[in-house]
C-alpha cells in the first residue's frame, strides 16, 4: 500500500494567488482529515470527511479556505486568496471510520506565501 | 480552544535515561488517545494507543499511561535513543455524531544526547 500521498511536497506562492493542495486516502479507508501544522499551535484539525461528507469544518480558519472530496480516492484543499499567514505545513490523514484505528498521514505540504 | 494539550514544547534527556512526554485533555468524551512520532520532514507516524478502560499500555521500550481522573496521560521511554529524537504528538479520539474527531495537542521535541 502507498500509503496516503500528498502533492505537491512544496509550494511557493506569492501572496493573493490561488493554492491548491492534493491528497489521495490509503484505499478502503472512509474517514479523511485535513491539517494545518504551525509552532504556535501544532497539529491543527481544518476539516474532515466521512464517506466523502464533510462532517466538521468548523477548524477552516476562514472563508478562503476550501475542502472537496470528489470521490473517495481524493480530496483537495484550496486556499484562495493565499496570504502570507497561512505560510505552514498541511497535512492529509486518512482512517478506518468503523474502528479506533490510528490515522495514517501524508508525508505533507509545505506551503510558503511570500 | 486546544482540547488536548502538551505545556512542554521541548524535553532534553541523556541518552539511556527515562523520557516522559505529558499531555492534558479536557474533553471527557474522548475515549481513546494515540501517541504519534514525527520526523523533518516527514508526516507524524503511530507509536501508541491506549484505550480509555485501561490505565496503562506497554510496547517494548514505550508505556502510555492514563489517568482518567485528571485527564492526563503520559509517554514513557526507557530507555532512551538519540533515534527517538524526534517531535511527539498526543492526540484523542471520540467518536460523536457518527462521526470520528481527532484532535492533537502542539508537541513536544524530544532530543536524545548521545
Known amino acids: 500500500d502507498a500509503g496516503v500521498i500528498q502533492s505537491p511536497r512544496h509550494e511557493v506562492t506569492e501572496m493573493g494567488q490561488e493554492v491548491t493542495l492534493r491528497c489521495k486516502p490509503i484505499s478502503g479507508h472512509n474517514s479523511l482529515f485535513w491539517y494545518r501544522q504551525t509552532m504556535m499551535r501544532g497539529l491543527e484539525l481544518l476539516i474532515y470527511?466521512?464517506?466523502?461528507?464533510?462532517?466538521?469544518d468548523s477548524g477552516m480558519p476562514e472563508d478562503r479556505f476550501s475542502a472537496k472530496m470528489p470521490n473517495a480516492s481524493f480530496s483537495t484543499l484550496k486556499i484562495q486568496p493565499s496570504e502570507p499567514r497561512d505560510s505552514a505545513v498541511y497535512f492529509c490523514a486518512s482512517s478506518w471510520r468503523g474502528s479506533n484505528t490510528e490515522a495514517f498521514f501524508g508525508q505533507g505540504t509545505r506551503l510558503t506565501v511570500v | 480552544d486546544q482540547q488536548v494539550k502538551q505545556n512542554s514544547p521541548s524535553l532534553s534527556v541523556q541518552e539511556g535515561r527515562i523520557s516522559i512526554l505529558n499531555c492534558d485533555y479536557t474533553?471527557?468524551?474522548?475515549?481513546?488517545f494515540l501517541w504519534y512520532k514525527k520526523y523533518p520532514a516527514e508526516g507524524p507516524t503511530f507509536l501508541i494507543s491506549i484505550s480509555s478502560i485501561k490505565d496503562k499500555n506497554e510496547d517494548g521500550r514505550f508505556t502510555v499511561f492514563l489517568n482518567k481522573s485528571a485527564k492526563h496521560l503520559s509517554l514513557h521511554i526507557v530507555p532512551s535513543q538519540p533515534g527517538d529524537s524526534a517531535v511527539y504528538f498526543c492526540a484523542a479520539f471520540a467518536r460523536f455524531d457518527g462521526a470520528n474527531n481527532l484532535f492533537f495537542g502542539t508537541g513536544t521535541r524530544l532530543t536524545v544526547i548521545p
Open positions: 470527511f466521512n464517506n466523502n461528507v464533510p462532517i466538521d
Open positions: 474533553n471527557s468524551m474522548f475515549d481513546y
